[in-house]
């Protein structure tokens, strides 16, 4: 057999919430009931999703949750990123509902992936094709520290435990790459943002901004760097 399909069924408090928010990621609404009991059917070109609605439901509590593989993370990133700007006129990092930013992940074999987290708390993790992962990541001491805080903060969501790791390697005087300084920086701050923490948030960004980089570096973390700029951005709509 071929061409089977699974569509996944989640939960939710309120369907026209969720409609909302998918229809701003570039979703459309391709079914919808509210009797004998809510629920909606979206669709993103072969991307679907299922919700059903559920009295007194608090996302917080939440454990639905669904892997989508797709050739491109970042794409498909920035066209959802496009979309909450467009509403919002800035990213959602924090709270429900949110989205990171596509970073590989030691526990899925160092492959890309962003996770989206709906208004339901469900989380929608999002992988490159599995012939995208990258067999050498970085050994350094701060590198493991920062796949160590990315697997607990976007995968599982422990954002202050994942902080205090980097907190903790950042401390240290070891000799470190630029590469791995600036990875870790950046990421530390947008950990700092999720908590709220704006004024480690500002102290992190100063310090990317201080630090000298080559036109060969600036190229290598061009992705980092549009993300300080994200974050800043960010920082300043929330003032």
């Excluded at 993790?125 to 990315?150: E, H, M, N, W, Y």
């Excluded at 920086?185 to 704006?198: N, P, Q």
């Excluded at 980089?213 to 190229?219: G, S």
Aim: hydrophobic share 40%; glycine share 8%.
């Amino acid at each position: 057999m071929a061409n089977e399909v699974t569509v996944p069924l989640l939960p939710c408090g309120s369907i026209d919430e969720i409609a909302d928010f998918y229809r701003m990621l570039g979703f459309e609404v391709t079914y919808r009931q509210q009797r004998p009991n809510p629920y909606v059917a979206l669709r993103r070109e072969d991307l679907q999703l299922h919700f059903f609605g559920m009295p007194d439901f608090d996302p917080e509590q939440s454990y639905g949750s669904c892997l989508v593989f797709v050739r491109d993370t970042g794409e498909l990133y920035q066209e959802f990123a496009e979309g909450m700007r467009a509403v919002h006129g800035k990213l959602l990092i924090s709270g429900i509902p949110r989205m990171t930013r596509p970073r590989k992940r030691k526990n899925t074999d160092n492959l890309s992936g962003f996770s989206l987290v709906d208004p339901g708390g469900n989380w929608i993790r999002i992988f490159q094709a599995r012939d995208s992962g990258d067999s050498d990541p970085s050994t350094s001491r701060l590198g493991k520290a920062l796949q160590s805080a990315v697997v607990l903060g976007d995968s599982r969501g422990d954002h202050r435990q994942a902080a205090r790791i980097l907190d903790s390697a950042l401390a240290r005087d070891d000799a470190v790459r630029t590469m791995d300084l600036v990875e870790a920086l950046v990421y530390r701050a947008e950990l700092a943002v999720t908590l709220r923490d704006s004024e480690t948030a500002d102290t992190l960004l100063a310090r990317v901004r201080a630090i000298m980089l080559d036109d060969t570096d600036r190229e290598r973390l061009a992705g980092v760097l549009d993300n300080a700029g994200e974050l800043e951005r960010v920082r300043d709509a929330e003032r």
